[in-house]
């Protein structure tokens, strides 16, 4: 099952530097056409050794705040999993994830918001 989200057309595809990932419920699987964008973010960090990717993560769909780093940090797992597969180096991934600890979650629209892992590069300091 692909989710899709129904506010992609606001977001800005072509820009590789920064974009933000949505995910199903409770899942923790990169949808298809994001895997597309990953691998553009791939191929930019291995002609790119002197940029890092920022991963940042989020979820709201736990039963507790402990749940929801889980699942939080398995997104975040799975795009730095990725990332590795296609040989862009450890020391150029951050991750970091939140749970339900940054995203406000007032109403299913927020919920499906909220299922997210931001991506975003920069020059390495």
Do not use: C, W
Not at 26 to 44: E, G, Y
Request: cysteine-free; hydrophobic content about 35%.
């Amino acid at each position: 099952m692909i989710f899709e989200n129904p506010y992609q057309k606001t977001e800005k595809q072509t820009d590789v530097t920064s974009f933000t990932i949505y995910f199903a419920k409770k899942s923790n699987l990169i949808p298809k056409p994001d895997l597309v964008r990953l691998q553009t973010v791939a191929d930019f960090l291995n002609r790119n050794r002197n940029y890092e990717i920022h991963i940042d993560a989020h979820a709201v769909e736990g039963k507790n705040n402990e749940e929801n780093i889980m699942i939080s940090e398995k997104r975040s797992l799975e795009v730095e999993r990725f990332l590795l597969i296609h040989f862009v180096e450890p020391n150029q991934i951050r991750r970091l994830f939140y749970g339900n600890t940054k995203s406000p979650n007032q109403t299913k629209e927020h919920e499906a918001l909220n299922r997210r892992v931001e991506i975003q590069l920069h020059p390495m300091n």
